[in-house]
């Protein structure tokens, strides 16, 4: 059971670059999200999601999209890198109903 | 606006003693208080939580105080361990209406150091 997969672990962009953060899991969970993690900042909530074909925006989400097309799969994508988007980035998912949110392991960015 | 705040931003401890961090939250509409314990690189997972109902919850050598009335929980850690030595974070859930049930929203963390 591999539970909440984020790909890939590091990366380093450029200003103005573009990229996907994947993210899957395996637990049949209708409910993800995405939080960006920052020195004294706590978890940040980006964008979330209910189920597949609905989004809704978290706290933080200028400069991010989501989509939601399967229940397993909840990419995040930065269309143009800024290195105020330097961060670690976790994907999470949870049932309904069910208060324990399942983390993944992170993506670390940084944008240069 | 801050919902959540933690406190102390950072703690030292010496093995055997004990851990206490604080939080505070605004919305009375929480009912579900989790804490989260994080390792170095690693994701954030559940360690215990409680809701508003019971005053106290214990598993192991962590309990979760609650005092609905202050809108305080307290994280403690009896006989703190080495292997202790993480961030803490401590967070606040809504109740079921609608989009928001699902959503956690965390304390700023608190970076446990427990000396050998």
């Known amino acids: 059971n591999a539970g909440v997969t984020q790909t890939p672990k590091f990366q380093v962009l450029k200003t103005g670059q573009s990229m996907t953060l994947q993210c899957a899991q395996d637990?049949?969970?209708?409910?993800m999200s995405w939080y960006r993690q920052d020195p004294g900042m706590g978890l940040r909530l980006i964008h979330y999601?209910?189920?597949?074909?609905?989004?809704d925006q978290g706290e933080v989400p200028n400069g991010y999209n989501v989509s939601r097309s399967t229940t397993e799969d909840f990419p995040l994508r930065l269309l143009s890198a800024a290195p105020s988007q330097t961060s670690v980035y976790f994907c999470?998912?949870?049932?309904?109903?069910?208060?324990?949110?399942?983390f993944g392991q992170g993506t670390r960015l940084t944008v240069v | 606006q801050q919902q959540v705040k933690q406190s102390p931003q950072s703690l030292i401890v010496q093995k055997g003693g004990i851990s206490i961090i604080n939080c505070a939250y605004e919305?009375?509409?929480?009912?579900?208080f989790p804490w989260y314990q994080q390792f170095p690189g690693k994701g954030p997972a559940l360690l215990i939580a409680?809701?508003?109902?019971?005053s106290e919850k214990k598993e192991g050598r962590f309990t979760i105080s609650f005092n609905k009335s202050a809108k305080q929980f307290s994280l403690h850690i009896m006989d703190s361990q080495p292997g202790d030595s993480a961030t803490y974070f401590c967070?606040?859930?809504?109740?079921?209406?609608?989009?928001?049930?699902?959503?956690?929203?965390f304390g700023k963390g608190t970076l446990l150091t427990v000396n050998p």
């Open positions: 999470a998912s949870s049932r309904p109903r069910q208060a324990e949110a399942f």
């Open positions: 999601s209910v189920g597949a074909g609905i989004t």
């Open positions: 637990m049949n969970h209708e409910y």
């Open positions: 919305n009375t509409a929480f009912d579900y």
């Open positions: 409680i809701r508003p109902d019971v």
């Open positions: 967070a606040a859930k809504k109740g079921n209406s609608g989009g928001s049930n699902y959503k956690l929203t």
